[in-house]
């Protein structure tokens, strides 16, 4: 097959994210405003060419005071660096379906090259006639290695906030 064009349908999607909190609970969020660029064949994603943008000020944490400090120069500096931007360089089958995606990621002004597991969940056409293929991601990454190093030290040892941030993407695309 020849690679397709793909435009996710946010209202079907989510992009999720946890980080330990005081070493012995984990914070949930998300991120509601986030775009794709996906061309692909369904079929064999290692050709597909894939970038996506998440808008870090439609972070929620269900706290609007924790989400305003992470917008703050604290944590994301939404003011001077307002989107998460990830553009795919490599891609290896690892299974029927599964993949190993690595890219170029760009946060608070840093660019890293990381790996995310991504599977296929299949395809098959809407009850109006449109196409639909569905993905999922898994990952994580440390943010100091971003410059987001805000933390606070605890009486009991250990820090307020953990360094890792697990995410898990969920999306729905629609063949444009």
């Known amino acids: 097959m020849s690679k397709t064009n793909w435009a996710v349908d946010v209202s079907h999607s989510a992009v999720d994210f946890s980080v330990k909190h005081m070493m012995i609970a984990k914070v949930k969020g998300s991120f509601h405003n986030f775009e794709a660029q ?46 998460l931007l990830f553009k795919a360089t490599k891609i290896v089958k690892t299974g029927d379906g599964e993949y190993d995606v690595t890219g170029d990621v760009t946060l608070h002004g840093v660019t890293r090259s990381e790996t995310f597991e991504v599977a296929y969940e299949g395809s098959g ?51 444009a």
Request: glycine share 8%.
């Open 125 to 175: 056409k809407d009850p109006w006639g449109n196409e639909k293929a569905g993905f999922n991601a898994k990952g994580s990454l440390k943010r100091s290695d971003y410059g987001l190093t805000y933390n606070a030290a605890l009486e009991t040892g250990g820090v307020l906030i953990g360094d890792e941030v697990k995410f898990t993407l969920e999306i729905e695309a629609a063949k």
């Open 38 to 83: 996906i061309s692909a064949d369904v079929s064999d994603l290692t050709t597909a060419d894939i970038s996506f943008a998440i808008d870090l000020s439609s972070v929620d944490t269900r706290n609007g005071d924790r989400d305003a400090h992470l917008k703050s120069a604290d944590f994301f500096d939404v003011e001077n660096h307002p989107k």
